[in-house]
């Protein structure tokens, strides 16, 4: 079981507010990443990290935002939730290596439901 | 286009049989393919990784098969279990840049009955 951890598990919220989906993880990994899912559909990447003070936007156009301040700390932030925001939101992280990037295997967290209202 | 497929979208089989799951790709170049599980309300485990030299893999009652040239790749469950029951996952990196993009199948879901 990879030590990543996800809050909240699952948040109801309405249109307009401003919400942050906490990520953080305990094994050191340099990488971290945030993928959008919804249901019966592939993960999408919206956002990821390859250190401290390094974010990038993933392949899905996403409104949200991202920080890296701490190794193990990956926050999204939504300015104002929609609607169309709902989705489950998973964040993964893997360790840094000395083959290529794409070898690289992602531990995920369990993932937060989103609901907007 | 680079795109995973994979089949069938969603699978019933009853505790003890065995089962095949399809993953088709197109990503070109190809670097490696692996294959998650996904529990309900949880994220993706890996299951396996497997590079274009290898044809097939094992992870307990799990095995995966690549066919490099026909781009096609397979999980094989044996004796299933109703711990089995998940969305399994076909993921597929291209080795175009250093970056390595990972492509991501739709899951087969699968339901083991009693």
């Known amino acids: 079981e990879a030590d990543i951890y996800q809050t909240p598990r699952y948040l109801v919220i309405g249109t307009g507010k401003k919400i942050t989906l906490e990520c953080s993880q305990t094994?050191?990994?340099?990488?971290m990443y945030w993928y959008q899912q919804d249901p019966g559909m592939e993960l999408h990447l919206i956002h990821y990290s390859y250190g401290v003070n390094s974010t990038e936007k993933g392949d899905l156009s996403s409104e949200s935002t991202v920080s890296r301040i701490r190794t193990e700390h990956f926050p999204l932030t939504l300015e104002s939730a929609r609607p169309s925001h709902t989705s489950q939101y998973l964040c993964a992280s893997s360790s840094e290596s000395v083959l290529a990037w794409s070898w690289e295997t992602q531990y995920f967290g369990p993932g937060t439901r989103l609901l907007v209202l | 286009k680079n795109q995973v497929e994979q089949s069938p979208q969603s699978l019933i089989i009853l505790e003890g049989k065995n089962c095949t799951l399809q993953?088709?790709?197109?990503?070109?170049?190809?670097?490696?393919l692996r294959w998650y599980k996904q529990d309900t309300g949880r994220g993706p485990v890996s299951l396996t990784i497997m590079t274009f030299s290898e044809n097939t893999k094992s992870n307990g009652r799990y095995t995966a098969t690549l066919d490099a040239d026909t781009k096609q790749s397979s999980l094989h469950i044996t004796a299933s279990q109703l711990s089995d029951s998940a969305s399994y996952i076909c993921?597929?990196?291209?080795?175009?840049?250093?970056?390595?993009?990972?492509?991501f199948g739709r899951g087969t879901q699968l339901t083991v009955w009693p």
């Open positions: 993953c088709n790709y197109t990503v070109s170049p190809f670097s490696n």
């Open positions: 094994m050191g990994h340099d990488k």
């Open positions: 993921v597929v990196s291209d080795r175009g840049s250093t970056l390595g993009r990972l492509y």
